[in-house]
Every structure is written in structure tokens, then in C-alpha cells.
């Protein structure tokens, strides 16, 4: 009971934080080929996918036309919103279709060629039971593929402010607390392997971008939206106070505009074959 009540508490968490403006814009900009290049490699003609964590859709109707014709993609995401934005924004792709479900209680056995999950199992208390579930969901001989961060392994050059620095701790404190695991994207292989999953490959993803290049300043203001949006509701929890929050806020947006020059995000694609 407790572990299901931690279970609940978390992904409540874990759904705010997608459900934010912040995050809505960043969810709605990502592609197939610019988000998951290394699932897009692996996407053939003909096969049947399983997105979970699809949100509004936008990588998800990429795989849906990476696998046509012939193929068919159903996208889950636990918010009702988002799916009802995807069933709007992608309405006229045959070969797609959405729900609204839940990682932990999917009703699918050995029904998909692949079953994929991006920077979602990041937000949950229980990554173990979600990639056992998404093992089932995959038929024999069928590909498990899951994209994640190790956020410890965060890095931006120069180094941030201090109060950045102590806030990003405080940050990542505070989602441990709730069951998140902020290393996944490095457990992902032993969970693949528990789960008795063969052929298991780690493909680095990294985001890496240098002042300079496009997108330079919109990417490396995420952990500034962090401090904006999270940061606030860390305050009313009494996590941190508000002269910590707003200082970092200050302080690494003046950074950005004047110091920053690149920005390191770890992320892996780690993928498995299901043998029985």
C-alpha cells in the first residue's frame, strides 16, 4: 500500500511538471528526428509501436509516418489533455491513435514489434515495475527501446552561479525524495537485463549545444524555467526559500546572457530484444 501511495504522490508530481506552460512548450517542439534520432534509425515499415509518455504527440506522429505503410502506433499518456491535444493535432494519421493510460497498468501482452518510452522514466517512482511493464507489452523477438537523462551528469561551461548551483541540488534532493531515480538513463542496461531482455545497446544521445548555434539561448534557459516554474512550488513546500529561488533565477539569467557557452545534457538510448 505505501509503495502504491508513493507510486501515486509521484506520478501526481511528475504529471504537474509536464502539464506546466514551460514544459508544454518544450514537449510541442520536439521531433522524432531532432529528439529520438537513435529510435527513428531503428523504425522499418510495417511495424506496430507502443509510445508511452507520448504526450501531445509530437515525436509520436514522426514514428506513426517512419512506419508507414503498413505499420500502426498507439500513443498513451496518463494526462487527459494531452491526449485529447494529440487526438486533435494528428487526427487526420490513420495509422495513429491515442489513449489515455497509465505505465504501470498497460493492457497489452506481446502484442508490439517495439515499445518505446522518451525522458519518462525520469519522472517515475517505480522505473523497475514501468520497464517490466513495457517488456510485456512487446511481442518475442519484439525491441524495447528507452530514452533518459542522468541529470547528475548535467555540465555547462563556464560553471553556473553558486546559487544555481545550490538550487539545482536542492532541485534534484527533492525529486529523489519522491522516488525519482535522477540517474536512470545509467540504470536502464541492468534493468534491461533483470528483465531478461538480449542484445542490449547503449547509444550515447547527448544534448550538447555552444553559444552560437540555433537554439542556443531557448535550451540553455530550461533549467532557468526550472528555478521559474518548480522553484515556486519548492517555496511553498518549504524546500527552499525565496530569496534562494529568486537569486538563482537572477543570477544564472545574468549569467546566460553574458558567460554561458555551452551546455552538456547526458541522455542514452538504451535498447533490448525480448527472448520469452
Given at each position: 500500500v505505501e509503495r502504491l501511495a508513493t507510486r501515486k504522490n509521484t506520478m501526481s508530481y511528475a504529471e504537474n511538471a509536464a502539464t506546466n506552460g514551460t514544459s508544454l512548450f518544450v514537449i510541442n517542439n520536439r521531433s522524432l528526428a531532432a529528439s529520438n534520432a537513435h529510435l527513428a534509425s531503428l523504425l522499418k515499415p510495417g511495424m506496430k509501436v507502443l509510445?508511452?509518455?507520448?504526450?501531445?504527440?509530437?515525436?509520436?506522429?514522426?514514428?506513426?509516418?517512419?512506419?508507414?505503410?503498413?505499420?500502426?502506433?498507439?500513443?498513451?499518456?496518463?494526462?487527459?489533455?494531452?491526449?485529447?491535444?494529440?487526438?486533435?493535432?494528428y487526427q487526420a494519421i490513420s495509422n495513429l491513435r491515442f489513449e489515455v493510460g497509465d505505465i504501470y497498468n498497460l493492457p497489452f501482452d506481446g502484442e508490439f514489434d517495439l515499445v518505446t518510452a522518451s525522458r519518462l522514466l525520469q519522472w517515475l517512482p517505480d522505473a523497475p515495475l514501468a520497464?517490466?511493464?513495457?517488456?510485456?507489452?512487446?511481442?518475442?523477438?519484439?525491441?524495447?527501446?528507452?530514452?533518459?537523462?542522468?541529470?547528475?551528469?548535467?555540465?555547462?561551461?563556464?560553471?553556473?552561479?553558486?546559487?544555481?548551483?545550490?538550487?539545482?541540488?536542492?532541485?534534484?534532493?527533492?525529486?529523489?525524495?519522491?522516488?525519482?531515480?535522477?540517474?536512470?538513463?545509467?540504470?536502464?542496461?541492468?534493468?534491461?537485463?533483470?528483465?531478461?531482455?538480449?542484445?542490449?545497446?547503449?547509444?550515447?544521445?547527448?544534448?550538447?549545444?555552444?553559444?552560437?548555434?540555433?537554439?542556443?539561448?531557448?535550451?540553455?534557459?530550461?533549467r532557468a524555467e526550472v528555478v521559474a516554474d518548480w522553484g515556486r512550488v519548492m517555496v511553498r513546500q518549504g524546500v527552499i526559500?525565496?530569496?534562494?529561488?529568486?537569486?538563482?533565477?537572477?543570477?544564472?539569467?545574468?549569467?546566460?546572457?553574458?558567460?554561458?557557452?555551452?551546455?552538456?545534457?547526458?541522455?542514452?538510448?538504451?535498447?533490448g530484444i525480448r527472448t520469452s
Open positions: 509510445d508511452l509518455g507520448c504526450g501531445t504527440g509530437a515525436i509520436t506522429n514522426g514514428i506513426a509516418e517512419a512506419v508507414s505503410p503498413g505499420g500502426s502506433v498507439i500513443g498513451i499518456d496518463r494526462s487527459p489533455d494531452f491526449i485529447e491535444k494529440a487526438k486533435v493535432n520497464v517490466e511493464n513495457m517488456v510485456r507489452a512487446a511481442k518475442i523477438g519484439g525491441k524495447i527501446v528507452v530514452l533518459d537523462y542522468n541529470h547528475e551528469k548535467y555540465r555547462v561551461e563556464p560553471p553556473a552561479p553558486a546559487s544555481m548551483v545550490h538550487f539545482l541540488q536542492v532541485y534534484l534532493d527533492w525529486r529523489r525524495k519522491a522516488g525519482m531515480d535522477m540517474e536512470v538513463a545509467d540504470h536502464l542496461a541492468d534493468l534491461f537485463q533483470s528483465n531478461g531482455l538480449a542484445g542490449i545497446i547503449v547509444t550515447p544521445q547527448h544534448e550538447i549545444i555552444h553559444r552560437g548555434e540555433t537554439g542556443f539561448e531557448n535550451k540553455i534557459r530550461i526559500s525565496e530569496e534562494e529561488r529568486s537569486r538563482a533565477e537572477t543570477d544564472y539569467l545574468n549569467w546566460i546572457e553574458y558567460e554561458a557557452q555551452s551546455q552538456f545534457l547526458y541522455l542514452l538510448s538504451v535498447e
